[in-house]
């Protein structure tokens, strides 16, 4: 018999606000908690699905219970429960990356909680402190952007969604009411070079620091041409889930977006954020909607990167736990705590 409990549960997480990027609105997430114990010491993890990638709450409970009683017996890394979900999502018959990376957090939380130490320092992380986080803000009537821009001040850098037809008048609005750096999230919305290419040059001259995603991930010919013309840094996201060959994604873009509910492994993301440099690439971590516990696992893959976007635990009302510091300057930090630093409220 197992020594190892796995439970989960979906819980629906609200919003402050109603949340809008060019492909719809939330106004709720629903999201899956796990935890891996063995009787003395408990791990926690969070699946985001997004349907964006085809996954949702049902999909993930569906893989979670799945998983054998004896999953985690005789699992000694990360790398071997990465390939172990692997092997599982081949005899399950679908990859639901979300699940996967719910799973990892929290055996790998477990595992720095069984040997007392902060997983940061585990891994040989340079410091407990990563880049300065973005702040989101979402689509909507353009004096409700400006309001919420104000309403962040503290925060140092914005990200703002576009994607529209109100694209310039958006930008326009909010220069108006802060001249603080702006790193733009098209999310797939210009969909034609043409449209791509006018709306960089106008941004260029916005004090934009980079642009997410500009065209759809299958455009993948105009986004290489795209990046020829580009004066400002592009970044991929929806172009980029973990799995694609870094020399042909830099062909178009300049960084790339980690999420973990794209590559499904903190483990694999690590590794990838290895490899970047040597392809040209900065990287991003970046999040779904997602509490304190995935932003934290993510907190801590920052600790290697340049850009940080781990505020999906700030959109939401009742955040249910206590994890990533942000520094006065809202640079990311991890507590001093073992594992991930996740305390469940």
């Not at 993930?60 to 009683?69: I, R």
């Not at 973005?134 to 309001?147: F, H, K, P």
């Not at 106008?202 to 980079?210: D, R």
């Amino acid at each position: 018999m197992s020594h190892f409990k796995l439970h989960f549960k979906t819980v629906d997480l609200k919003l402050d606000q109603p949340f809008t990027i060019s492909r719809g609105t939330k106004e709720t997430v629903s999201n899956v908690f796990v935890e891996v114990t063995d009787g003395t010491y408990t791990g926690y993890g969070e699946a985001a699905p997004n349907t964006r990638y085809n996954e949702d709450a049902e999909k993930v409970t569906h893989f979670l219970g799945s998983l054998p009683d004896n999953f985690f017996e005789e699992v000694k890394t990360g790398e071997e429960l990465a390939e172990k979900l692997d092997e599982h999502s081949r005899v399950f018959g679908q990859l639901v990356q979300s699940a996967h990376a719910a799973v990892e957090m929290a055996w790998l939380d477990w595992w720095g909680k069984s040997r007392q130490q902060p997983l940061w320092k585990l891994w040989g992380a340079p410091s407990s402190t990563g880049p300065v986080t973005s702040y989101t803000i979402g689509l909507d009537e353009i004096d409700v952007m400006q309001a919420k821009v104000e309403a962040a001040d503290e925060y140092p850098i914005y990200k703002v969604k576009l994607g529209t037809e109100r694209d310039r008048e958006i930008i326009e609005a909010l220069r108006e009411v802060t001249d603080k750096p702006i790193r733009v999230d098209a999310n797939e919305g210009w969909t034609t070079l043409n449209q791509a290419k006018e709306m960089i040059r106008f941004l260029a001259e916005q004090n934009i620091e980079l642009i997410e995603q500009p065209m759809p991930a299958r455009m993948i010919d105009d986004l290489r041409k795209l990046k020829k013309f580009s004066p400002l840094p592009l970044c991929a996201d929806e172009s980029f889930t973990g799995s694609e060959s870094l020399e042909e994604i830099s062909g178009a873009f300049d960084i790339i977006n980690i999420k973990l509910m794209k590559t499904g492994s903190l483990v694999k993301a690590k590794k990838v954020i290895d490899k970047a440099s040597a392809n040209d690439l900065q990287v991003m971590i970046g999040c779904m909607i997602e509490s304190s516990v995935a932003n934290t696992a993510g907190a801590l893959l920052s600790l290697w990167c340049k850009y940080t976007d781990l505020d999906g635990h700030l959109l939401i009302r009742d955040d249910p736990a206590d994890g990533l510091l942000l520094t006065k300057g809202k640079k990311i930090t991890i507590p001093d705590r073992p594992g991930l630093g996740v305390v469940m409220k």
